[in-house]
Every structure is written in C-alpha cells, then in structure tokens.
C-alpha cells in the first residue's frame, strides 16, 4: 500500500494537476470515519464493550493497531479490520482520533472505592487515570471494557510485562478497579 | 443508454425550498445545497456527514417515511429479543444539526435543470445523493399478486410486515410450520435470511414445542458465514430446522397458501417469502438503472452515476459491478454515505475529491446470546479503477461466542447515533 501511495504521488507529480485532481495522499480523516461504525462518530462509542477511542492517547492507538494487526494483542474484529491498513495508514487514524474530545462513558458504575485502591496504577496511567506518554487514559472508559483488558492481562491473553502486576489480583478487586477507573470525569 | 427522466409541475414552491432559475450554476450564484434522497443507512449518514465536515452547506433530506426504522436488528424483534421502539429513531437529531427534514417521496428528476421532483413539489440541488434501497422481483414468481404480498411477507424492509412476522410467529399452534425462502443472486444483506433462520428455529424451540422451520434456499450451501452458521445449525436446531438447498421456487398460491419449486409444493401456516431483489424504485425513476438492469451503477471513486451527472448512487441500490467487491450492508451504506459526503463537500468546496475508504463489520446472531461476524476492508486501486477488498482484513469470526453477541448490541447503538444523531 505504502508503494502505491509513493507510486502515485510521483505519478501526480509527473503528470500534473489533470491526474492529481483524483489522487490524494490518504488522510486521517477519511480513513478513521468508517470505525464510527462500531465506536461511535468520532470514537466516542456508546457502547458497552467496544472501547471509546476518541480522545484516547495517540501512542497507545498506534501500538494497539500495530499489535492487533500482528496478531499479537487479542481481538477478533480488529485482528481481521487492522490488517486493511499500511503502518503509516494505522499511525493516521491514531492522530486523527488522538484529536478527538474525550466523551466519558454512559455506563459508568459508582465506585466505593478509594483512590488508595489504584495507587499502583497511577504512575502510568496518571493520576486521574488521564493517560501518560504512550500508556492509555483509563478515566472514563466502559467498565465492562477495561475489567475484559484487566483479564486479558491477567491472564497472559494480552501480553505486557508492565501489567503483570495484576496477575496477582483476584477477579472482584480487577472489577472493582474498572468501576472504579469508569467513573472518573 | 442514458435515459433522462424529464417531469413538468408547475412552479409550486415548497416554502423553505426557494426556486433559483433554472441554471444553477450561473455565476454568481453561491447556493451550495447538497439534497440527500432516502433517510436509511446510506443517506442519513451521508446528510449528518455532510454539515459534520462543513456546517456551512445546506442539507435536505427527503424521506417518505415518518421515522427511520432499522432492518439490521429486525430480525430480533422478530423473536421477541427486542421491540420495534428499539430500532425506531425519529429525525429529530439531524434536524437539530440544521438538517432540513423534508416528507415526501420523489418521483422523478431533471439532472439539467438540477432538481428532484416530490409529490408534494421540486427541489433544487447543487449536489445530490440518492439511497434507494431495495425492491422485490416479484415478477419472477408465478401467482405473486396483491393477496400474495399479504400472506406471504418478506418482512426484508423494517416496519409493518416486521411487526406481520413477529405476531404470526406469535400466534403458531406448537407443531406448526414455518417456512422461508432464500433470495437468489445480489440481495440486500447476504446473512440476514441465515440470522433470521437461526432466530426462528430457536424461538421454536423455546416456545412452540414440535414446530419446524423449513428453510428453501437457491443456493448450493448457506450463502454467508455458512460453516458459522452451519455449525451452529448442527449444535443446536437439527431437531427443528429442514434446509433445503437448491430449491428454485416457480410460483405461489395465496389461497391454498403454498409455494411451489418445479418440483414440489410446499404448505405451511407462517410462510416468510424473501424474493429477489433489485435497486428501489426511485433509482429506475430516476434514470439510475440502465436498460433491463437491476442494479444503479457508478463510478467507483465518489459514486457519482455513471447515467446521470451531478448525482451520487449509495447503498444497496448500486451495482457491486461499478462500486466494488463491499456486500450490501448497513454498515456498507453507512461507509457509502461518508465518501459521498465527504466528495459532494470537496466538489462544492473546488477541491479535489479525497479517495474513498469503505468497510464492514457485521454481526449475525445464532441464538438469543451468541454471534458471528465478518469483516472488510475495501480501497481504490488506482491500476485498475475499481475498489478492491484487501483480503487480510476481510474475514469471518473464528467462532462464535456471547461476546460477540453483546458487541452486536454495540454496534446497533453505535452506527444509529453515527447516523442519526
């Protein structure tokens, strides 16, 4: 794919404006729209298990497609979807969506829990779970989404020696801190 | 052979919709005014895309129906998993993004002179989009009359003959039989009858102890995700589904409410009978179809006609000949809207068109709790101008699984507020 872009942009180049008023260099734009499909206009999904992905940190996208597109992270739909995407094409969408506001979750669950309850989390993730550097925000995301990621890594489904702290934790403490994380704005 | 579908009305004005003289593209004139024909998948998406990308341009949508009522996800409230207020969504939310809603059903057009002619008057465009959807080949069936469209319902267009099927099914003495019919050839969502066969027979099973589903299909194995479907066919309705394959159907009798192949005459108390299908009918009215064709075909870059200028084809109503290789789908439709949307901006705008992008993702349920799904992505080749699949993307699920099924529940509320929010 990426040799057909640099093919065509040479084409246009040569041939001039006749050509290029067809052919353009992909854009995050046009390329992301299609996700809205199952994460929502702009990847601020409503639902319950796919992941709000707009606003999230544009590292984080950019591994993830990588390792879904690899076969390395778990994920069915977006193992096969992926794959339809050049390296620079991924790292595209991840920007684009990086871009986008953060809409929390509709579905967050009220927490009891402490702060205290995160403490190891908050290094990485920040100190309202907002994100930092390339590991991902976690405030506001779907429960039911960030407890299947904690599993995912609990059990060695995801791999990622930075997450193994949670192998440790039962499943109800891994729920607790989903919750948790959920309902943070 | 371009037909152009030519309607005289007198200049009956549609209040909002001002009248321009007939050549709009007169200089001086600055009307950029986008009408979108169909508020289904395709075209409510393409409206909403359109003031998402560039708020400054005039939308119209022009829909005959009073509120978008959703084919994927019928087939559960077929079976009682949901309601028909659950895939019901009204067009409040696009008018409030300055959407111009307008109620009406369009009959003809003059690409020339840039209007769509409504029943109730013209509108003029400067761009137009249009989704027809779908229509049944009833034609190629014997004996298909007005009574045989009451009794035999295709319940393939959400809304009434949904709500026919579900108290039909309701109403089964247990022991009772139902059968349905496979459409042959190009038709609108090749997993749906499958989904909706899986729905029944478990339905069946839980409510209507004794009762069958007869299953008469054209093909030579289920058409779509068929070793998912066979699979879950295997494990769990071999005792309430009869799938015949190879079966041509020949005619039916609405009377003796059978159907017969060339073979054999078939009897049963709910009879779901999905023809063939082809383009709506707007898209023949609009000189969209070629001669003795079924389907609209267009250029595969912006999906502009190739019959009529200045007008954009969406959804299922185009030729996969012309669009590519991307099965009819909602989801499909939804990806059409968006190239069309973002190409109409960039036409009006005096930029060049961006290149289009499509994909799919599609869930299919088996019971009441497990789903399967495919998967695509299609680009445009420029060495062959056509939209391509991209194969490694372009996949069924490895199984099926609950999770999956909940993520089908996602991806309903997802795609609806993507177009109709």
């Given amino acids: 794919m990426l040799r057909m872009t640099i093919l065509l942009l040479m084409m246009s180049l040569t041939l001039g404006s006749a050509f290029a008023a067809t052919i353009e260099q992909a854009d995050g734009a046009r390329l992301s729209r299609t996700c809205a499909g199952c994460h929502g206009t702009d990847g601020a999904s409503p639902g319950k298990e796919i992941p709000i992905i707009g606003g999230q940190i544009d590292k984080y996208l950019q591994k993830a497609l990588a390792e879904f597109s690899t076969d390395k992270r778990p994920g069915d739909v977006m193992r096969n979807l992926s794959k339809g995407y050049s390296v620079d094409e991924q790292k595209q969408i991840a920007a684009y969506f990086a871009t986008k506001p953060w809409v929390n979750t509709p579905h967050a669950v009220k927490s009891n829990a402490g702060a205290n309850l995160v403490k190891s989390c908050k290094g990485c993730h920040g100190s309202m779970g907002e994100g930092r550097g390339s590991f991902p925000r976690v405030a506001g995301q779907h429960p039911d989404y960030l407890y299947q990621s904690l599993l995912e890594y609990k059990h060695g489904d995801r791999s990622s020696s930075l997450m193994k702290l949670v192998r440790k934790l039962d499943d109800a403490t891994l729920k607790e801190m989903a919750d948790y994380y959920s309902a943070i704005k | ?421």
């Fill in chain 2, 1 to 421: 052979m371009k037909r152009r579908n030519f309607i005289k009305y007198g200049a009956v004005g549609m209040g909002a919709a001002s009248l321009y003289g007939p050549n709009v593209f007169a200089a001086g004139h600055n009307r950029r005014r986008v009408v979108v024909v169909g508020g289904g998948y395709g075209g409510a998406t393409a409206a909403r895309y359109i003031k998402l990308i560039d708020s400054s341009i005039e939308v119209i949508l022009i829909e005959k129906n009073d509120q978008f009522v959703s084919c994927p996800i019928s087939n559960w409230v077929l079976v009682g998993m949901k309601k028909m207020s659950d895939i019901s969504i009204g067009y409040e939310g696009l008018a409030a993004r300055g959407i111009q809603v307008i109620k009406d059903e369009v009959i003809g057009i003059d690409a020339a002179a840039g209007y769509v002619q409504g029943k109730k008057g013209r509108v003029e465009y400067d761009r137009l989009i249009v989704s027809p959807g779908i229509d049944f080949r009833y034609d190629l069936i014997d004996g298909f009359n007005n009574e045989a469209k009451k009794v035999f319902p295709h319940a393939y267009k959400a809304g009434p003959q949904t709500v026919q099927l579900q108290q039909e099914l309701q109403a089964l003495q247990p022991g009772g039989t139902v059968l349905m019919t496979v459409p042959d050839n190009a038709y609108r969502c090749p997993p749906g009858p499958y989904e909706r066969a899986s729905l029944i027979a478990e339905y069946l099973q839980k409510n209507k102890k004794g009762s069958k589903l007869i299953i008469l299909d054209p093909h030579q194995k289920i058409a779509s995700k068929g070793k998912l479907f066979k699979a879950a066919w295997d494990a769990y309705y071999t005792d309430v589904i009869d799938y015949r394959t190879e079966e041509i159907i020949a005619s039916v009798d609405a009377k003796k409410k059978t159907i017969s192949t060339y073979e054999e005459e078939f009897k049963a108390d709910v009879i779901n009978f999905i023809p063939d299908q082809k383009a709506g009918k707007l898209a023949f009215d609009l000189g969209l179809v070629p001669e003795k064709k079924l389907w609209a075909p267009v250029k595969p870059l912006t999906l502009e006609s190739t019959l009529v200028p200045g007008v954009h084809v969406i959804g299922d109503a185009t030729d996969s000949l012309t669009s590519g290789p991307m099965p009819k789908s909602g989801f499909v439709a939804n990806s059409m809207g968006k190239v069309a949307a973002a190409t109409v901006v960039a036409e009006l705008s005096g930029k060049k068109a961006p290149l289009p992008s499509f994909a799919n993702t599609c869930y299919s349920m088996v019971n009441g709790t497990e789903a399967i799904f495919v998967t695509g992505v299609y680009k445009y080749d420029a060495a062959t101008d056509k939209n391509i699949k991209i194969k490694e993307a372009s996949k069924t699920s490895p199984g099926r699984s609950d999770y999956y099924g909940r993520c089908a529940e996602d991806w309903a509320t997802s795609i609806w507020s993507d177009m109709l929010s």
